[in-house]
């Protein structure tokens, strides 16, 4: 599955309506992450490739997305986002968890493990 850009719009639609809703309701199917990034962001541009190959990982059951903190600078101010790659993991049933900077793979693994509790499908494989 691609990793999905999200507008104002579609994030109020598959993640929280911010607008109608003061407490916290997620709206996906699966746990999400949504790495808020930018263009220009050299630390970003590292954190892409480790998050595409997450979303085949963990295909069907973690939903992978970005934010354009540029494009999209409503949502960034509702997370209070002030350094680039900021990165919300968001639990089926919980509060959402803000990562600050690149994460290498196996802390996102590790994260997704404690947060989501969710196992990688092929973690016999050691390749990092």
Same mark, same amino acid.
């Given at each position: 599955? #691609?990793? &999905?850009? $999200?507008?104002? +719009? @579609?994030?109020? +639609?598959?993640?929280?309506?911010?607008? *109608?809703?003061?407490?916290? !309701?997620?709206?996906?199917?699966? =746990?999400?992450?949504?790495?808020?990034?930018?263009?220009?962001?050299? =630390?970003?541009?590292?954190? !892409?490739?480790?998050?595409? &190959? $997450?979303? +085949?990982?963990?295909?069907? *059951?973690?939903?992978?997305?970005?934010?354009? @903190?540029? +494009?999209?600078?409503? %949502? #960034?101010?509702?997370?209070?986002?002030?350094?680039? =790659?900021?990165? %919300?993991?968001? =639990?089926?049933?919980? *509060?959402?968890?803000?990562?600050?900077? !690149? $994460?290498?793979?196996? @802390?996102? /693994?590790? %994260?997704?493990? &404690?947060?989501?509790? $969710? &196992?990688?499908?092929? *973690?016999? /494989?050691?390749?990092?």
């Amino acid at each position: 599955m #691609a990793i &999905e850009h $999200l507008t104002k +719009e @579609t994030f109020k +639609e598959k993640i929280f309506d911010y607008e *109608k809703n003061k407490d916290w !309701a997620y709206k996906g199917e699966n =746990p999400c992450i949504i790495d808020f990034y930018a263009k220009w962001c050299g =630390p970003c541009k590292i954190v !892409a490739p480790i998050l595409e &190959e $997450l979303s +085949e990982e963990y295909c069907c *059951k973690v939903d992978i997305y970005k934010v354009n @903190t540029e +494009e999209e600078q409503e %949502l #960034a101010a509702i997370f209070g986002i002030s350094s680039i =790659p900021s990165v %919300l993991f968001v =639990p089926k049933n919980d *509060k959402p968890q803000m990562s600050m900077g !690149a $994460l290498p793979k196996d @802390t996102f /693994r590790q %994260l997704i493990k &404690e947060i989501f509790g $969710l &196992e990688n499908q092929d *973690k016999g /494989r050691a390749d990092g």
